[in-house]
Each structure stands twice: as C-alpha cells, then as structure tokens.
C-alpha cells in the first residue's frame, strides 16, 4: 500500500496544468496534523497478534505494517484512539502527550 | 413512442433512457413520484440501476457524489425543502466536478408551509455551480435530462433539471419517448475522467491551500463558461436525430416586438398564449422564455432583446430587498451593450397562484403606461 509520507508536493505554475478537481494537491505531505495530538497511542507489540484492524481502521493512514507489524506514523497522528479502541487484544495504550 | 404522462414521470423517463446506473433519493412533496417510478423500474428490471434509500437528501446528495466520483451515472430528485437541506452536499458536487444530474420541483419555501410552486427553491442555490435549465413542457423534460447527461459529462458539472410544482409535475401531457437505442447513440456510457479507485489511489476532495484553490474555481468558471456553445451543439445533434432543438432561450415574435416578456418554467407558455392575443389586439409584444438560467445566456439575451424598446420580466421568485431574479440577471446582461433601455419588473405567482393570460396583459399595460421603472417592482395579483 502507499504511504502517506509517499506524497509528491504538488506545484502547479498555470491552472491548465491542475487536475479538474481537487485532487491530490500533496497537502497531506506538508499538512503535519500530528501536532494537533494530545494523547498519543502506543502499541504493545507483545501483545499483538498481527490482525491489522487499527491499521484498517485509523482514519488517517497513519498506521503502517512494517515488517508486519504496525507502526505508528507520529508525524500524521491525531491521537483520535480509534485504533485502541477497535483492537481486540487491547495491547493500543493511549497515553498522555508531555510537550 | 407516445405516451400521457405526468411531468414527474417524465423526469423518470430521461433517467431511465440515460440508463442512470445509481440513484439516491428520498421522498418529498411534490417530487416523490420522480423516484416511486424508478424504483419500480429498478425493482422490475427495466433499469439496471442501484437504487439507494437514504435518511435524508443530504444523504442523497452524498450517496451521489459517492457513486459519480467512483465513475457512475447518477440521479436524484428534490424539492424546496428538500433542495435547502442538500446546499452544502450541492457545493461538493460542483467543486468536485461531478456530473450528477437532479431533477428539482420548484416549490415554494416554508414558511408558511406550503407545496405549491415558486422558484425560491432553486434559484436560492444559484452560486453553488450547478448549471440550471427550466423546463416549460413534459416533452422538453425528458429531452432536457438527456442534453443535461451530455454537457454535464462533457464539462465536469452538474446540472439541475426544474420543473414547476403541479403545474407541470403533476400534469399529464402527451411526450413523445424517445427511443433507446437512439438515445444510446447520443449519450454513450459515461467514461470519468478519473475515478475512486483501489487500483489508482488518490485523495479527493483534501485540504487545499491558498496556493491551489484560485485556480480550482478559475476552471470551473471557464468551463461554465464553455456551456453555451456545448448546449446550442448538442441541442442541434438532438435535433437531427428527434426533431426537437434544445436551446438556452425560447424566442417567440421577438424580432418585431416593442415589448418583449422575459419569463420561465410554464409561465413561458401561459405568456406565449399572452401574446397570441395581444398581438390580434394590435400590441407588438414577444416572449423571451429563458430555458437556461446557469451559465446565463447572455448572448442569446442581448440578440432577443436588441430590438425591442423595453423589456417586462416577469419573476416568479424575489430576492428579498432587490428584486426578482431573472430581472436582476438580465440588467447584468445588457448593460453596457447598446442602448440602455428600460426593464420593468415584475412578480407573479409566488407560492402557487396561478399566472394567467391575463397576468401578462396587466404587466404589458402597465409597461406601455410607464416610461421608466424607477426601480420599483409591479406586483401581479397581490391584494394590496
């Protein structure tokens, strides 16, 4: 699957050369929503069984299977806790974000 | 073929002979029979269509831009209400250059609540993006959804169909259906420029910053833009194969008329037997019915309107604390070319009172009377 962070940046020096709609504009490369976090989750990974639902499940790509395992992408994550809350072992802690 | 059918089935005809492929609806007075019957025609097999019930025509107007963005043939109808609750899904729809095509009965807004017919409904959604045509006849329904289909796909925008509430959509006239292997020929399947797919991953509709949208907007004004000449084309390649023309404007004794009547919607008809008379009366009158209300047809405007000496618009709408719609619009289209002569507004009709012969006679007297409007509005059958 691609990555979020796979996302060109999108210039465009004339409007003839844009898509007709808005349509990957490479907003999701410099749009670092990571920052909005204020709890962050934190895999167990001796827990987790590999069923990749918080990676289906995160709403923002920011999950990733690496080596088959998930991988947070911090850069992107909103802290939402969906995927903790949709794992089925539990091994997704959501812990407080000290900036 | 010909048949006797309601205005709404006519809208039900040209979704079906545009072979729609999903359609998402939900029921409202006075449009409910639109989808009732393309339901049926789903459920029976005469359209192999998805049919897709929703909670509401924010959900409809989603489940469309849904279905078109993953490179379907979409349909819905609406009304007043109903169209209101859908204005935001509406701007989505244009933004993203989907070429849904929607039926709207023209309903007068609440409150007080009503059902009966006016153009509030529609024209308040004016800026959204969506090309309108008003239609005046059962026939001129189904032909419409059709050309619409075409220019929509064409230009990556969609189009609103409007009917007059009762007025047409529920009154039976004899439509001559076209035949689908004809209509196959002229609207071939549609073929999205892109599409939601797994295959091809992209992010619609993402955040987008000062630096792009300018010209995201710049484009669909050009392409709008664009529209007249696509609908006088493809009105004329209609004709070739069903007879019938579609155009932006409805002239009628336009070329000798002293005074010529801008009207709309089945209004444009009424006024037609208007002029009959009056021109047996000796009054040199025509009417302009404006099929085509966005993009504006400007052109064709200033052609029909150059030779008369005032012009009478007659609004079944209001802006409130301007004036009526079409009246405002045409100012825009002739100032500056020509002479700059006198518009006389007019509003008939709100919220379902019927416009009569007899409408277009005062409003023709009283334009006769009155050198300049001074800007006031002339108020048709209110009891003042």
Known sequence: MPKKRDAAKVTFTSATEMPTMPMSLGSMLWNKTGTWRNIRPEIKLEDCIQCGICWKFCPDMSIEIEDEWPVVDYDFCKGCGICAEECPTKCIAMVEERR | ?384
């Open chain 2, 1 to 384: 073929m010909k048949k006797v059918i309601m205005g709404n089935h006519a809208l039900s005809y040209g979704a079906m002979l545009a072979r729609a492929q999903v359609i998402a609806a939900y029921p409202i007075t006075p449009q409910t029979q639109v989808v009732e019957l393309l339901s049926e025609m789903c459920a029976d097999g005469t359209l192999d269509a998805k049919f897709i019930k929703v909670e509401s025509e924010h959900s409809a107007m989603a489940a469309c831009i849904g279905a078109s963005a993953a490179g379907a043939r979409t349909f819905t109808a609406t009304s007043s209400q109903g169209l209101a609750l859908m204005h935001e899904m509406l701007h989505w729809a244009a933004g993203g250059r989907l070429p849904i095509v929607m039926g709207d009965i023209n309903r007068a807004m609440a409150p007080g609540w009503t059902i009966w017919t006016d153009q509030n409904d529609s024209l308040s959604q004016r800026d959204t993006g969506w090309m309108q045509y008003y239609c005046a006849s059962n026939q001129e329904v189904v032909d419409t959804v059709l050309q619409a289909y075409k220019v929509s796909e064409a230009l990556s925008i969609p189009s609103m169909v409007v009917l007059d509430a009762f007025a047409l959509s529920h009154t039976y006239e004899v439509v001559d259906i076209p035949e689908a292997a004809k209509v196959d020929a002229y609207l071939p399947p549609f073929k999205p420029r892109y599409r939601v797919s797994p295959s091809d991953p992209r992010a619609f509709g993402g955040l987008t910053s000062p630096e792009h949208y300018m010209e995201l907007r710049y484009n669909l004004q050009l392409d709008m833009e664009k529209a007249p000449a696509l609908i006088e084309k493809t009105g004329r390649e209609y004709e070739k194969i069903f007879g019938r023309y579609l155009g932006q404007v409805d002239p009628y004794l336009c070329d000798d008329a002293e005074i010529v009547l801008v009207t709309s919607g089945t209004a444009g008809y009424t006024a037609h037997v208007a002029v009959d008379e009056m021109r047996e009366a000796g009054y040199k009158v025509g009417n302009l019915r404006m099929k085509v209300f966005r993009p504006f047809p400007f052109e064709e405007v200033r052609k029909y309107t150059a030779r008369a000496k005032k012009i009478a618009v007659v609004d079944r709408n209001i802006s409130y604390g301007h004036h009526g719609i079409f009246s405002q619009e045409l100012k825009s289209a002739i100032y500056g070319h020509g002479d700059c002569k006198p518009v006389f507004g007019f509003i008939a009709g709100l919220g379902g009172r019927d416009i009569t012969p007899s409408s277009f006679r005062e409003v023709v007297d009283t334009t006769i009377s009155l050198d300049h409007p001074a800007g006031e509005i002339g108020w048709i059958g209110v009891k003042k």
